[in-house]
């Protein structure tokens, strides 16, 4: 009985709140075991109150001796709460609502590149090989666009031509939630942008492809985020560094607060429907602390 409320509940979250592929799979790997262990909870025990909040506290327990950490099961208690919400309307499913305790975690920094590291990041090799070659644009674009606008992956490889407006220097993205917002540019990536359209022109003509999708594969077809992932830690290791898609993401936040961008403006940019998620990024990079001290204390001895 459970188990098919959570399948319609898994329905909705594709179907009506739009989210990700990769989000409704997180969704459906913390609240599966849980619903199973209710239902068999409820089977060894039919004459038990509904929902004893001992059935929680078990099944949390059996998660952290299975080395589970806090971190995962503040994210399954958040993924439970959303649930429990959508069962809450159905009056013959209140029995099935629990009481969520509050589990505290340490905060993981985010990583990120050093400004310095960007420049060597994008410093665009231009041998004859290189500028003649429609993937290496490509893949050097991919990461130029993720470290100066901040999306997401799946963002990314969604862009179509009509989505970018080169004279105002602005893509419109779609993200989480099927919300859309407008992303800056910044005049040296709308440089490389109109450069790399150059090389698709070329190379969409060669595969015979009618696809506009901006960023495209070796048949002329739309890359998928698997792809996209692949193809920035290679590019990454070409420079000798190492990064993700969501490393650039984070690299972008941090490098505007280190230049002292509004933190609301950072929230807009990067589509957090939260400022809270976006105060993740105001952590003091060493680099930062550093030049500080050098500059405003009395004993720095500068």
């Known amino acids: ?20 592929p990769h989000t409704i799979a997180a969704y459906k ?11 068999k909870q409820y089977e060894t025990l039919p004459g038990s109150a509904r929902n004893d909040p001992l059935y929680l506290r078990l099944y949390l327990r059996s998660r952290s001796e299975a080395n589970v950490s806090n971190r995962s099961l503040a994210r399954f208690l958040s993924a439970l709460s959303g649930f429990q919400k959508y069962l809450s309307i159905k009056p013959s499913f209140k029995k099935y609502i629990f009481k969520l305790p509050n589990i505290k975690y340490a905060q993981k920094i985010p ?4 400004q310095k590291e960007s420049k060597q990041m994008l410093d665009l090799v231009t041998t004859e090989k290189n500028t003649k070659s429609y993937f290496y644009m490509r893949d050097f674009l991919i990461v130029a666009l993720l470290y100066a606008t901040g999306i997401r992956r799946e963002e990314l490889k969604n862009i179509r031509l009509s989505d970018i407006d080169r004279r105002h220097g602005t893509i419109t993205v779609t993200g ?13 990536t709308l440089k490389d942008l109109n450069h790399y359209m150059k090389k698709r022109d070329n190379f969409i003509s060669e595969k015979q492809s009618e696809s506009d999708s901006l ?32 490393t650039l993401r984070h690299s972008f936040a941090t490098h505007l607060l280190e230049n002292g961008a509004d933190l609301m403006l950072i929230k807009e940019i990067l589509g957090h429907a939260s400022l809270s998620t976006t105060q993740k990024y105001t952590h003091v990079t060493a680099e930062t602390m ?6 405003a ?6």
């Open 1 to 20: 009985m459970l188990q098919k409320e959570l399948e319609k509940y898994i329905e909705v979250l594709a179907n009506q709140k739009g989210y990700s």
């Open 29 to 39: 790997r913390d609240l599966q075991p849980w619903v199973v262990h209710l239902e």
């Open 111 to 114: 990583s990120f590149v050093t």
């Open 176 to 188: 989480k939630g099927n919300k859309v917002r407008l992303v800056p540019l910044g005049e040296e």
């Open 215 to 246: 960023f495209l594969n070796k048949f002329g077809n739309t890359l998928s985020a698997r792809s996209v992932d692949r193809l920035v830690k290679k590019f990454g290791r070409s420079k000798g560094l190492d990064f993700t898609p969501h």
């Open 290 to 295: 550093k030049k500080a001290y050098k500059n």
């Open 297 to 302: 204390h009395p004993r720095s001895g500068e």
